[in-house]
Structure formats: C-alpha cells, structure tokens
C-alpha cells in the first residue's frame, strides 16, 4: 500500500507492529481501547471494530497512544519481571508466616524479618516442630532467599541502567523519587511533550480527582485511578516514604506537604503530594534540567 494513516488499538504486540508499519512510511497512530469503544454501533466483529476504530482515528480530539521504541520496552520488560518476583516473594513470606502461626511461631511484620528467619533456618536452626513440618519449612525457607537473592538482581540491573539514561538521573534530583520510579516513567512515558502540561500528564496518570460538575457546580470525587497503575503505585510508595520522613527530619520536607499534613489525613495527603510530584516530572522531562525546589 501507499502510505497511508493506519490506526490501531493499543495492546501489548501494538507498539512493535506500529514500528514496522512506521518503516513503511505509513502514519500509525495507536488508541486506547476504551476511547474506541464509543464509536463502536452493535455487536461485536472484526469488521463493527475496524469501522470504529476508523471514526475514532479520525477525530480532531481524539488522543493517542505514543508508539514505544525498543529501548523503552526492554526496560519495561526489566520492571514487569521484577514486579512478579515482588509479588512471588511476599506470597512466600505470607504462607510462612501462616504455616507458622499456627504453632504459636509469630514471625515479624516486614518482608525483611522473614527473609531473616528463612536465612536463620538454613544455617540450622531447628523449631519445636513435627519431623514433615520441618521439611516444608525448609524448602520453603529456600524458596524465599532465592527469590529475594533474584530481586536483588533486578535491582542491581535497574540502577546500573539508571546511571545511563540521562533523563532517568534528572528524575531522581526530584525527593521521594528513586531509580525504580524513574526508570519505570521514563521508559513508560518517553516523550513526555506529547502531555500539554503537567495535569494532563497527572491525569494520564489517574492521580486528578473525578469531575462530576454540572449545572455550574463544581463536584470533585476521589481519584480517577485510570491510568497507568503501576507508576502511580510507585508515586504514592515513594512519598508515603516521604511522609515518615517528615517525622525524623521535618527540616527536609517542604512546608506545603507540612500544613498538608495538619489538615488532611495521611493517606490523602501521600496521594495529593504525588499528584503534585507527577506534575515535577513533567515539567523536569520538558524542560530537561535539574529539580532545583522553591526557596521562600
């Protein structure tokens, strides 16, 4: 074919095809399903979906997906794999803690005091317990250091790749931002001006509050939580670390999030300071310089 406009939803294998499609000198732009469904009229077949998917890549407001290079789905690639090793690690340490209690063994609360106790029962140590329990145990207590051995890897992996990206090391100038949030925005968001301003990037994020106005009344909900789910849970992890600082040195913290602080509750506040930190980022992936905070 000629080149031409090409539009398809975006899904997992979208961004390689429109790659491919874009070396052909074709026009792709890709669009997130639910802004497709709208168009689609009834039922449900190959040809309904396409017919909605051209209406919808023809609007002058629709907005669309930016197509992700190989670099950027590489590193994604990194923070998938090392999230499903987060996720196999806790359940591993919540089934030892269950398996345990039930014989009185109270192991605790913490990820890291139950790597310690599977650390402890491979060096020999040896509970009050039936000969079959302490096999299971064993290899249970193996299966945990393992796997926090294998995040330690993904960690090490993600911060040498963060010292070579310059734009991951202007993210970490910004507080309550380290080398896996960074890494994870940057790779997710890569050209950060296809945002018109730091709310729409806030809002792309799920971080704005629902907008339910009308009649001239303003009614403002709880967040949207429609975007990107796992940077927004590294946003909220990375200031609730904040919010404990505050308690050991109140002199590094900003004094809005202070008198935030006084006002709101603790987890309100964690999101309201993320929404404010989505919006650095923007601004700091726009402009290409330093964090530098306001002295007043």
Not at 173 to 194: E, L, M, R
Not at 205 to 222: D, M
């Amino acid at each position: 074919l000629e080149p031409c406009l090409v539009g398809m939803e975006a899904c997992g294998s979208s961004h390689h095809w429109a790659r491919e499609l874009s070396k052909l000198g074709h026009d792709v732009r890709l669009i997130p399903a639910n802004y497709v469904k709208p168009y689609v009229k009834r039922g449900k077949s190959d040809a309904v979906d396409a017919e909605a998917i051209c209406e919808a890549v023809t609007r002058p407001t629709m907005r669309f997906v930016a197509p992700k290079s190989e670099a950027q789905q590489a590193v994604l690639f990194l923070h998938r794999a090392r999230d499903l090793i987060v996720r196999q690690r806790t359940q591993l340490s919540n089934m030892l803690r269950s398996l345990l209690v039930e014989f009185g063994i109270i192991i605790a609360q913490g990820t890291g005091s139950a790597v310690k106790f599977a650390k402890s029962i491979l060096d020999g140590d040896r509970p009050a317990l039936p000969e079959i329990a302490i096999d299971v145990l064993k290899q249970l207590s193996h299966q945990l250091v393992a796997m926090h051995l294998r995040l330690r890897w993904y960690e090490l992996r993600m911060r040498l790749h963060s010292k070579l990206d310059k734009r991951v090391m202007l993210l970490r100038t910004i507080p309550g931002i380290g080398p896996v949030t960074a890494s994870a925005i940057v790779a997710t968001v890569g050209d950060a001006k296809q945002f018109k301003n730091g709310r729409q990037f806030a809002a792309w994020l799920g971080l704005t509050p629902l907008n339910r106005s009308s009649g001239g009344k303003e009614r403002l909900g709880r967040i949207t939580k429609m975007g990107d789910r796992y940077i927004r849970r590294l946003l909220v992890t990375g200031m609730t670390a904040r919010l404990r600082q505050m308690k050991v040195n109140p002199d590094r913290v900003d004094p809005w999030a202070i008198d935030l602080l006084t006002r709101k509750p603790p987890r309100l506040a964690t999101v309201a300071m993320a929404n404010k930190t989505a919006r650095i980022v923007w601004a700091v992936l726009t402009k290409n310089e330093y964090y530098r905070p306001h002295t007043a």
